[in-house]
């Protein structure tokens, strides 16, 4: 079944206290994102990863940082959470060009104290 | 960068009325238009996509969109509304981005269905 898939779905954590959010496509898609979904906000993509190696900011990348050391993942890092990250985050992949549609994972749901 | 505005965060339609959901784009090119939705504690997942073929398009459980140039929208419609639409719904446009793609979404909009 093609998927993404977010790891963990919850997390509760105190401030400072370094985290890794992960993300894994199984459809071999080139190109991964990151947002964050706050209420009234709709979705604002936090960075995005073009290819292997290849990753660029997107709307809000401060606090956040993202590496692409293999085509299937792309894993979150807050190094230092502070309470203004407490979100829903997804990640999201697709195969890049400007009509293709994106694949979301479920979701994870972080709270920073 | 393009921008996607959806009127009405929230919206209540009875169960068996229309369902309209608006979007309005700016874009100084053809659009690539997307509908999501977003049921509760689950991620985004395509409703329909626009992408030039044919000004009216039709999606998955009864919705569709018509792509309206002049008036730049994209609004979501479907003729009778089930409880099961319940759900948040966010309008996004794709654009050529360094040989990607970039994408901008809506703030999404609530449907309420009232029984």
């Known amino acids: 079944e093609a998927q993404v898939t977010q790891n963990p779905r919850y997390l509760i954590t105190v401030t400072g206290k370094k985290l890794t959010v992960t993300c894994s496509q199984n459809?071999?898609?080139?190109?991964m994102s990151w947002y964050r979904q706050d209420p009234g906000l709709g979705l604002r993509q936090i960075y995005y990863?073009?290819?292997?190696?290849?990753?660029d900011k997107g709307d809000v990348p401060e606090g956040y940082k993202v590496s692409r050391k293999e085509k299937r993942n792309f894993p979150l890092i807050l190094e230092s959470p502070s309470p203004n990250q407490t979100s829903l985050y997804f990640c999201?992949?697709?195969?890049?060009?400007?009509?293709?549609?994106?694949?979301f994972g479920p979701g994870t749901r972080l709270t920073v104290l | 960068a393009q921008s996607v505005t959806q009127l009405g965060s929230h919206v209540s339609v009875s169960e068996g009325a229309l369902v309209l959901l608006r979007c309005n784009y700016s874009?100084?090119?053809?659009?690539?238009l997307f509908w999501y939705v977003q049921y509760p504690n689950q991620g985004l997942q395509l409703l329909l996509k626009?992408?030039?073929?044919?000004?009216l398009v039709k999606g998955i459980n009864g919705f569709e969109a018509e792509f309206k140039k002049s008036e730049t929208s994209f609004h979501l419609t479907k003729p009778s509304a089930h409880m099961s639409d319940a759900a948040e719904y966010f309008c996004a446009v794709s654009e050529p981005w360094g040989g990607y793609q970039k994408v901008t979404f809506g703030i999404g909009t609530k449907l309420q269905v009232i029984p």
């Open positions: 990863s073009m290819n292997v190696e290849v990753t």
């Open positions: 874009s100084s090119v053809p659009p690539y």
């Open positions: 459809m071999n898609h080139e190109y």
């Open positions: 999201a992949s697709s195969a890049g060009t400007v009509y293709n549609e994106q694949f």
């Open positions: 626009y992408t030039s073929a044919a000004t």
